[in-house]
């Protein structure tokens, strides 16, 4: 299969600009279309290092497909040459949403009953915003997954509570923690089901 890339000459002056080379774009183009990097990266350094680049540029994700970046820029070769490219700005306000979910201390009330804590859970605001706009722009989960497997996470924490008659929420990490370990990952699909059982019940010991 041949893969070929247009551009003209003002696409390439602008690629230039920002940052950008022509075997990035090809090896993104390939991904795009669905070849096995794997393949190509197998005994060759260079490509190799060009791929560990894309990563690091937040064009590809570990996993090795394209992030949301990566797309804007590919979409970009398809406009109007007046058009510039421009990186969209991340939504201040799904953070917010996110940030206000997130306990801001492991003392609460849940149905009826008190439970007493001692420790800040909301820490360091500007790094979690810069964690939790990376993890979107992995383009893997969205703001919404995050912020309704949050949810899901401290009900059943609260739940757990109440059956054990003591403050399980204060074994939930700090939020810096929480983003950086991606402690949300395993209870996205869940949280979409809306069930919420002692099984599932998330584990892990405080990590401030």
Same mark, same amino acid.
């Given at each position: 299969?041949?893969?070929? @890339?247009?551009?003209? !000459?003002?696409?390439?002056?602008?690629?230039? $600009?920002? *940052?950008?080379?022509?075997?990035? @774009?090809?090896?993104?183009?390939?991904?795009?279309?669905?070849?096995?990097?794997?393949?190509? #990266?197998?005994?060759? +350094? !260079? +490509?190799? %290092?060009?791929? @560990?680049?894309? #990563?690091? !540029?937040?064009?590809?994700?570990?996993?090795?497909?394209?992030?949301? &970046?990566?797309?804007?820029? &590919?979409?970009?070769?398809?406009?109007?040459?007046?058009?510039? &490219?421009?990186?969209?700005?991340?939504?201040?306000?799904?953070?917010?949403?996110?940030?206000?979910?997130?306990?801001?201390?492991?003392?609460?009330?849940?149905?009826?009953? #008190?439970?007493?804590?001692?420790?800040?859970?909301?820490?360091?605001?500007?790094?979690?915003?810069?964690?939790?706009?990376? #993890?979107?722009?992995? *383009?893997?989960?969205?703001?919404?997954?995050?912020? =309704?497997?949050?949810?899901?996470?401290?009900?059943?924490?609260? =739940? %757990?509570?109440?059956?054990?008659?003591?403050?399980?929420?204060?074994?939930?990490?700090?939020?810096?923690?929480?983003?950086?370990?991606?402690?949300? !990952?395993?209870?996205?699909?869940?949280? $979409?089901? *809306?069930?919420?059982?002692?099984?599932? =019940?998330?584990?892990? *010991?405080?990590?401030?």
């Amino acid at each position: 299969m041949k893969t070929t @890339i247009r551009l003209t !000459k003002e696409h390439f002056e602008e690629l230039i $600009k920002k *940052g950008y080379n022509l075997d990035q @774009i090809f090896l993104l183009t390939l991904v795009k279309q669905g070849h096995d990097l794997e393949v190509l #990266i197998k005994d060759n +350094i !260079k +490509i190799e %290092a060009l791929h @560990i680049g894309l #990563i690091r !540029k937040g064009l590809l994700n570990d996993q090795g497909t394209l992030t949301l &970046l990566g797309h804007e820029l &590919l979409d970009f070769l398809d406009t109007n040459i007046s058009t510039k &490219l421009v990186r969209k700005q991340p939504s201040t306000q799904e953070f917010k949403d996110w940030w206000d979910v997130y306990p801001k201390t492991d003392q609460f009330e849940y149905k009826g009953r #008190i439970f007493t804590g001692s420790r800040g859970m909301r820490v360091k605001e500007e790094e979690c915003k810069l964690k939790f706009n990376a #993890i979107i722009n992995e *383009g893997i989960y969205t703001a919404k997954d995050i912020i =309704e497997a949050t949810k899901y996470i401290v009900l059943m924490k609260k =739940e %757990a509570s109440i059956k054990k008659k003591s403050n399980e929420l204060t074994y939930l990490q700090n939020s810096l923690t929480f983003l950086n370990g991606g402690h949300f !990952k395993d209870f996205v699909e869940l949280a $979409k089901k *809306g069930i919420v059982t002692e099984q599932q =019940e998330p584990t892990g *010991g405080t990590d401030v």
